[in-house]
């Protein structure tokens, strides 16, 4: 397949960015994207209103909630939009769970959320 020149990228570019053409594409597509959007956001609350139970709970500070809702969605979009599973989403729980630990949040906090949000049982050990 030859190389496209410059001057055929820029055209194409052009007609992608044109806002008319945009805005019928996204008119096409608004809801379908609607429907994708509304399964997505009722996932991520749920997810987020099980660890601010958990948070309550525990006697976390309020100043760390973020954090620990960036948790929650980071291993939410793993499963949500990845569709890791098994072992694999064990092992990016471990990672993810490790970043954030080495940023200062409690791992027995984490250990719970991944538990009892995702029911994924982390290792025993060390």
Known sequence: MPL????RRINKWD???DADVIKQTILRHKNIMKTYYTA???YFYDKEVRTKAILDENGV??????MYYNFTREIGRKIYYVGLGGA????EAL???AKWTSRGLDETILNLILVNVFGITPPAGP
Do not use: F, G, H, M
């Open 4 to 7: 496209k020149p410059p001057d």
């Open 15 to 17: 007609i992608k960015v």
């Open 40 to 42: 997505a956001a009722e």
């Open 61 to 66: 500070l309020p100043s760390l909630y973020p």
């Open 88 to 91: 694999t989403l064990l092992s």
């Open 95 to 97: 990672i993810i769970k």
